[in-house]
């Protein structure tokens, strides 16, 4: 009886062991199970950034009478002469003496004298001779013969050659300074004598920059005040000045300038025709200078280099000047403008010819992604963009964007499915609510806004970020779920009961029907495993299942659930967890449990033959 008793207790033990290994296999992570979204940031660069000379001139000057300077001579150049060059913040100006190192066919190149005696006369001397050639042979022929000569309506003063100084400059590359281009007396007789002119045609080169492409630069701007008789609009003018140096080879291979690479093509939600001159509320005015190249670059591939003359000459603000151009082919200002977004979306002349760049690489990337459960507030910048990505490729969910009421947006939405082009809609619309129902037609859509006038800007734009419209981006499940906290069975099966499921317009899901299908998906790193769920109001008052976990390996799994139909797919998760061990095939151990009972009853018999015999004896 003793043996028996202890035979027994084992088997007890045997089986209390077997259950707690199944329960103890199960782990719930309802909170620990999340897909983080991040955004794409950009690298910073070491990269000069080209900051003009900019001051309460601007508006003096466009306010005078603005009569050009007299062409003859005003001063007679020396080989040793005196200079006026802007403060380091350029709030007035201090006097320097420079040399005449080099004259060429086209310029005069002097240096100050600070220079010489800090790095040597026999080094400048080399320097120069260098830079000298490279401004002949690439620089002064190529852009004056795509932005015309340097005379232009103000006519020259000086004696027809340029003058650039190169000096030490703290806070740029080089500038060009308009008041150089005014006589003294004129400046003094009309209320600027607080300004003061070198009288020459002339800009200030910086004698530690390392790239020639600021002599491409600088003329350029010195070009366009010339022919403008004025500053023209800021961002059309950097635009111009980088694509001079582009026209005079002095970019890479890639023809970029690196503004783009670096700010502008992970921060466009900057406005276009808006200079950010002093980087205001966070954003680098070089994003300006990424934006106004690409645009004038396009601008240049789109209607040829005749459409960037016909602005430089013209009095009428760029963006006058661009309806202009545009009314022969059916456009306007903002029709170009949403272009232009499509280009740096996609950058695909295959699909359209004005959907691209034909000698740039170059794309944005998409400011956020999106998915399902996501509620920001977004400013949309006023002739800038800002771009998101709708991302289906995990999570399906409808997306509601409300714009600021009596807001213009300008749009494009470009429909994808699995980097393919599905679609693309652009335009501009007033109404207030842009809805995008999930379909299985598409992956992910990109989305790019922009507020925008109803024709065309009504002014070319100012200094600083300009105007934004608010906007707020809804992104949700459309199905509406209840769920009693799902549970485990000792033999490791989970059930989930009392799921409830309908759209949030209230309309039910019938499982098995022609509408809908229903399934619950686990998904773990590497597979998937799709279960129907079963109707069954009588055991579950609900849609349930029960899901045999027999064969599955320890590690993450997250339970889904998915309905679809012909006209959508949707799903929503519905539950966590973690198994810290493997499970066993139920098979192998239901073929133990079911041969225990018959090795039990075995031993049992053979033990009470040995005590009956024993006895007998």
Same mark, same amino acid.
């Given at each position: 009886?003793?043996?028996?008793?202890?035979?027994?207790?084992?088997?007890?033990?045997?089986?209390?062991?077997? *259950?707690?290994?199944?329960?103890?296999?199960?782990?719930?992570?309802?909170?620990?199970?999340?897909?983080?979204? &991040?955004?794409?940031?950009?690298?910073?660069?070491?990269?000069?950034?080209?900051?003009?000379?900019?001051?309460?001139?601007?508006?003096?000057?466009?306010?005078?009478?603005?009569?050009?300077?007299?062409?003859?001579?005003?001063?007679?150049?020396?080989?040793?002469?005196?200079?006026?060059?802007?403060?380091?913040?350029?709030? &007035?100006?201090?006097?320097?003496?420079?040399?005449?190192?080099?004259?060429?066919? %086209?310029?005069?190149?002097?240096?100050?004298?600070?220079?010489?005696?800090?790095?040597?006369?026999?080094?400048?001397?080399?320097?120069?001779?260098?830079?000298?050639?490279?401004?002949?042979?690439?620089?002064?022929?190529?852009?004056?013969?795509?932005?015309? /000569?340097?005379?232009?309506?103000?006519?020259?003063?000086?004696?027809?050659?340029?003058?650039?100084?190169?000096?030490?400059?703290?806070?740029?590359?080089?500038?060009?300074?308009?008041?150089?281009?005014?006589?003294?007396?004129?400046?003094?007789?009309?209320?600027?004598?607080?300004?003061?002119?070198?009288?020459?045609?002339?800009?200030?080169?910086?004698?530690?920059?390392?790239?020639?492409?600021?002599?491409?630069?600088?003329?350029?701007?010195?070009?366009?005040?010339?022919?403008?008789?004025?500053?023209?609009?800021?961002?059309?003018?950097?635009?111009?000045?980088?694509? #001079?140096?582009?026209?005079?080879?002095?970019?890479?291979?890639? /023809?970029?300038?690196?503004?783009?690479?670096?700010?502008?093509?992970?921060?466009?939600?900057?406005?276009?025709?808006?200079?950010?001159?002093?980087?205001?509320?966070?954003?680098?005015?070089?994003?300006?200078?990424?934006?106004?190249?690409?645009?004038?670059?396009?601008?240049?591939?789109?209607? &040829?280099?005749?459409?960037?003359?016909?602005?430089?000459?013209?009095?009428?603000? =760029?963006?006058?000047? +661009?309806?202009?151009?545009?009314?022969?082919?059916?456009?306007?200002?903002?029709?170009?403008?949403?272009?232009?977004?499509?280009?740096?979306?996609?950058?695909?002349?295959?699909?359209?010819?004005?959907?691209?760049?034909?000698?740039?690489?170059? *794309?944005?990337?998409?400011?956020?992604?999106?998915?399902?459960?996501?509620?920001?507030?977004?400013?949309?910048?006023?002739?800038?963009?800002?771009?998101?990505?709708?991302?289906?490729?995990?999570?399906?969910?409808? =997306?509601?964007?409300?714009?600021?009421?009596?807001?213009?947006?300008?749009?494009?939405?470009?429909?994808?499915?699995?980097?393919?082009?599905?679609?693309?809609?652009?335009?501009?619309?007033?109404?207030?609510?842009?809805?995008?129902?999930?379909?299985?037609?598409?992956?992910? +859509?990109?989305?790019?806004?922009?507020?925008?006038?109803?024709?065309?800007?009504?002014?070319? &734009?100012?200094?600083?970020?300009?105007?934004?419209?608010?906007?707020?981006?809804?992104?949700?499940?459309?199905?509406?779920?209840?769920?009693?906290?799902?549970?485990?069975?000792?033999?490791?099966?989970?059930? +989930?009961?009392?799921?409830?499921?309908?759209?949030?317009?209230? =309309?039910?899901?019938?499982?098995?029907?022609?509408?809908?299908?229903?399934?619950?998906?686990?998904?773990? =790193?590497?597979?998937?495993?799709?279960?129907?769920?079963?109707?069954?109001?009588?055991?579950? %008052?609900?849609?349930?299942?029960?899901?045999?976990? #027999?064969?599955?390996?320890?590690?993450?799994?997250?339970?889904?659930?998915?309905? *679809?139909?012909?006209?959508?797919?949707?799903?929503?998760?519905?539950?966590?967890f973690y198994l810290i061990e493997d499970i066993p095939e139920k098979t192998s151990w239901s073929y133990i449990f079911s041969i225990l009972p018959i090795i039990f009853v075995v031993i049992i018999v053979r033990i009470r033959k040995r005590l009956s015999s024993k006895v007998k004896i």
């Amino acid at each position: 009886m003793r043996v028996l008793k202890l035979l027994t207790t084992c088997f007890v033990v045997f089986l209390l062991a077997l *259950t707690s290994l199944q329960i103890t296999g199960l782990r719930t992570l309802d909170n620990e199970y999340t897909t983080p979204v &991040g955004f794409k940031t950009s690298e910073t660069n070491s990269e000069f950034f080209f900051t003009e000379f900019t001051s309460e001139f601007d508006n003096k000057i466009k306010n005078s009478d603005n009569k050009p300077s007299p062409p003859e001579l005003k001063r007679e150049l020396l080989p040793i002469d005196e200079f006026y060059v802007g403060n380091d913040d350029f709030s &007035g100006y201090y006097n320097t003496t420079a040399e005449l190192i080099f004259e060429s066919a %086209n310029a005069y190149f002097y240096v100050e004298t600070d220079v010489i005696v800090d790095r040597g006369l026999s080094h400048v001397e080399n320097r120069v001779n260098a830079l000298q050639d490279t401004f002949e042979t690439s620089i002064y022929g190529n852009v004056t013969t795509y932005f015309g /000569n340097i005379e232009g309506q103000l006519g020259n003063i000086g004696d027809g050659k340029l003058l650039i100084l190169m000096c030490f400059l703290s806070n740029a590359a080089g500038y060009f300074a308009a008041e150089n281009e005014y006589s003294q007396a004129y400046l003094d007789s009309h209320g600027m004598s607080e300004y003061k002119s070198n009288e020459w045609e002339m800009f200030y080169y910086d004698w530690d920059a390392a790239d020639p492409a600021t002599l491409s630069h600088e003329l350029q701007h010195l070009i366009q005040y010339n022919h403008k008789a004025s500053y023209a609009d800021r961002w059309f003018d950097e635009g111009c000045a980088q694509l #001079a140096e582009y026209l005079s080879y002095m970019l890479t291979e890639t /023809n970029l300038t690196g503004f783009e690479d670096y700010y502008f093509r992970y921060e466009s939600d900057d406005s276009l025709i808006w200079w950010n001159y002093w980087s205001d509320e966070g954003k680098d005015v070089r994003i300006d200078y990424g934006g106004a190249y690409t645009f004038v670059f396009y601008l240049f591939e789109q209607l &040829g280099f005749s459409a960037i003359n016909y602005i430089i000459s013209n009095s009428s603000s =760029t963006v006058e000047c +661009i309806s202009s151009l545009l009314q022969p082919y059916n456009m306007t200002f903002n029709d170009f403008f949403l272009n232009w977004q499509l280009a740096l979306l996609l950058d695909n002349q295959t699909l359209n010819p004005q959907y691209g760049f034909q000698n740039l690489d170059f *794309t944005i990337e998409s400011l956020v992604t999106i998915d399902k459960d996501y509620h920001i507030n977004i400013d949309v910048p006023y002739y800038g963009f800002y771009t998101l990505t709708l991302d289906y490729t995990e999570e399906n969910f409808d =997306t509601t964007i409300n714009i600021e009421p009596g807001t213009t947006s300008g749009y494009v939405f470009v429909y994808m499915d699995d980097d393919e082009i599905v679609q693309i809609d652009k335009g501009e619309t007033t109404n207030l609510t842009l809805f995008f129902p999930q379909t299985t037609e598409y992956t992910e +859509i990109l989305v790019s806004l922009a507020k925008v006038e109803d024709t065309q800007p009504s002014i070319s &734009g100012d200094f600083g970020l300009g105007e934004f419209a608010e906007a707020e981006i809804v992104s949700i499940n459309p199905l509406k779920l209840h769920i009693n906290t799902p549970d485990f069975q000792r033999d490791n099966s989970l059930i +989930i009961s009392e799921l409830d499921i309908t759209f949030l317009n209230g =309309t039910s899901i019938v499982d098995g029907s022609a509408e809908d299908i229903v399934s619950i998906e686990i998904y773990k =790193t590497g597979f998937s495993e799709i279960y129907i769920l079963e109707y069954d109001l009588t055991l579950y %008052n609900g849609w349930g299942c029960t899901i045999d976990l #027999a064969g599955y390996e320890k590690g993450y799994y997250l339970v889904k659930l998915v309905v *679809t139909s012909s006209d959508y797919f949707y799903s929503n998760d519905i539950y966590n967890f973690y198994l810290i061990e493997d499970i066993p095939e139920k098979t192998s151990w239901s073929y133990i449990f079911s041969i225990l009972p018959i090795i039990f009853v075995v031993i049992i018999v053979r033990i009470r033959k040995r005590l009956s015999s024993k006895v007998k004896i």
